[in-house]
């Protein structure tokens, strides 16, 4: 098994080796930020990667918005990309999401669950679950097929219904109905709550 470290993920970057990165933002994300209505909400978003979804939250107003990601190249890009809003309405951190604090609204998750070793899931949901203020949500597209050795690592829907039924009361998880064409068929839109 590969080590899924700061030096794999930042070698990655630096190669451009990013066969997740769609260019733009998600569409089931788009979709779902264009319905949210409070500008205010605190808002994070795990191994960001290239910050489509940042961009697209900034130019909608969004006010408070935290990103991390482990890779220090790609934070450093984020930074000069995104100086104008940065510590103001945009937190940049570099680091181990695991060792996060903080509270927030809402969490978006885009490629990261897949990125992560299939045996840090089930800390992965405890700390989302850690991670988000009372009727906080996790809302994001998981992969709903399998993969070859990884990353990304697949799943399905009865795994991760499992997964998240001990921290999370509400869920919903369903097929994408507007993913990007490669992936039609194979996302999972969901909407978990505490």
Partial sequence: MKKLDRDYWNERYRLADTGWDIGSA???LTAYIDQLTDKNIRILIPGCGNGYEVEYLLKAGFKQITVIDIAPDLTE????????WEGKELQIRTG?????????DL???Q???CALDPSLRPDYVSKMASLLSVDGKLVGVLFNRSF???????????EYETLFKKEF???IMEPCYNS???RLGAELFIQVQK
């Fill in 111 to 113: 490629t990261f669950f």
């Fill in 148 to 158: 070859e050795g990884g990353p990304p690592f697949g799943g399905s829907k009865e």
């Fill in 107 to 109: 969490i978006l998750e």
């Fill in 26 to 28: 998600s569409p089931p």
């Fill in 169 to 171: 009361s509400r869920r």
């Fill in 77 to 84: 890009a984020l930074r000069k990309r995104f100086q104008k």
């Fill in 180 to 182: 990007i064409t490669p």
């Fill in 96 to 104: 181990n999401f695991f060792e996060l604090n903080g509270a927030f």
